[in-house]
């Protein structure tokens, strides 16, 4: 098993995180920052350390997904603007707005969002069923053409509590 090694701004990024989704969800008067606030470590280490996306690129189709369960979330929103994509400040103070590029529930972008509480658990297994037929369909020997992962918060609320338990 690896070791996770702290970085010396990671405090910074996720207090970072919580900040701004406190300030966009009251901009909004809609909504609680409970969720971003409370995911903002894992998806700070997860973004930062793992996930394989190109903010050129945003319909890269090998890049990895982040399925978020519990939709109308601005953690979305604030990971695309802190990754580089085309999202400004102004477009996360425009959060929940109608005419906004930041609806509750991102229509375009990388990630995924889904409506009823649970329904992200059977988006991400299908994506990562999906995934692995187009791998196991066009990849060849020595030649992986789909290697991307899907990830989940509920599937990483599970491996943080194995990890914890292990």
Same mark, same amino acid.
């Given at each position: 098993?690896?070791?996770?090694?702290?970085?010396?701004?990671?405090?910074?990024?996720?207090?970072?995180?919580?900040?701004?989704?406190?300030?966009? +969800?009251?901009?909004?008067?809609?909504?609680?920052?409970? &969720?971003? /606030?409370g995911?903002?470590?894992?998806?700070? +280490?997860?973004?930062?350390?793992?996930?394989?996306?190109?903010?050129?690129?945003?319909?890269?189709y090998?890049?990895?997904?982040?399925?978020?369960?519990? %939709?109308?979330?601005?953690?979305? #929103?604030?990971?695309?603007?802190?990754?580089?994509?085309?999202?400004? /400040?102004?477009?996360?103070?425009?959060?929940?707005?109608? %005419?906004?590029?930041?609806?509750?529930?991102p229509?375009?972008?990388?990630?995924?969002?889904? %409506?009823?509480? %649970?329904?992200?658990?059977?988006? &991400?297994?299908?994506? &990562?069923?999906?995934?692995?037929?187009?791998?196991?369909?066009?990849?060849?020997?020595?030649?992986?053409?789909?290697?991307?992962?899907? #990830?989940?918060?509920?599937?990483?609320?599970?491996? +943080? +509590?194995?990890?914890?338990?292990?």
């Amino acid at each position: 098993m690896s070791k996770f090694t702290p970085e010396p701004t990671d405090e910074l990024c996720i207090n970072t995180i919580r900040a701004l989704a406190a300030d966009v +969800v009251g901009k909004a008067n809609s909504g609680h920052p409970g &969720a971003p /606030m409370g995911m903002a470590p894992v998806a700070h +280490v997860l973004f930062s350390r793992f996930f394989n996306a190109n903010p050129k690129n945003s319909k890269w189709y090998n890049r990895d997904r982040f399925v978020l369960s519990n %939709g109308r979330c601005a953690l979305q #929103y604030i990971l695309l603007h802190l990754l580089g994509y085309d999202l400004t /400040m102004d477009d996360l103070k425009q959060f929940r707005q109608l %005419g906004s590029r930041t609806p509750g529930h991102p229509e375009a972008s990388i990630e995924v969002t889904t %409506g009823p509480l %649970g329904q992200g658990f059977s988006t &991400a297994v299908g994506l &990562a069923i999906a995934q692995t037929h187009m791998s196991a369909t066009f990849n060849k020997d020595e030649f992986d053409l789909i290697n991307n992962y899907t #990830y989940g918060e509920l599937l990483l609320l599970i491996s +943080v +509590v194995i990890g914890i338990l292990i």
